[in-house]
């Protein structure tokens, strides 16, 4: 099967939104029937995937750079927009719960930096040949698990 680039590129291009187009200052729908501990673990939660997805912004701008197809180049540049989207909307509901960065354990803001030292390796190949393969892995685990979970637990 022949993939439409042209077509994924306009697609990817016509799905792109802002941060700014949510009201971020509105108190959190249904956050009242949560108690403190878990506001708190859900903002440590989104903090952490905020880190993620991050990470997953420096995966696809890594592919990027190894795309001979400039739509490919492009596509994956998009998702690097996308991650990084994500992980700023992640973090403004994070303090809609009451969490910021430095309300994670230092263990994990630690890993989040040696994670992005991760990008600045030599082998430039073989941390393409590796965070390709298992980006696929994140995104699944955090459309299936971690979302659906916070969602279950508002209204909003």
């Known amino acids: 099967m022949d993939l439409d680039l042209d077509r994924m590129l306009q697609t990817v291009r016509d799905g792109q939104w802002s941060v700014d187009d ?4 509105q108190p959190l729908a249904g956050a009242d029937r949560l108690t403190p ?8 939660s989104l903090l952490f995937t905020a880190g993620l997805e991050r990470q997953a912004a420096k995966v696809f701008a890594l592919a990027a750079e190894f795309q001979d ?6 596509i994956y540049r998009l998702f690097e927009q996308d991650e990084l989207r994500h992980a700023e909307a992640e973090v403004r509901l994070a303090a809609r719960y009451g969490a910021t960065w430095r309300d994670l354990p230092r263990g994990a803001r630690w890993m989040f930096r040696e994670l992005e030292r991760d990008f600045e390796r030599a082998d430039r190949v073989s941390l393409y040949e590796l965070s390709t ?15 659906p979970a916070l969602k279950a637990s508002t209204d909003d």
């Open 22 to 25: 949510f009201d971020w200052s």
């Open 37 to 44: 501990r878990q506001r708190r673990e859900a903002g440590l």
């Open 69 to 74: 197809d400039p739509r490919a180049a492009a």
């Open 133 to 147: 393969a298992t980006i696929v892995l994140f995104e699944l685990a955090l459309d299936s698990l971690l979302i």
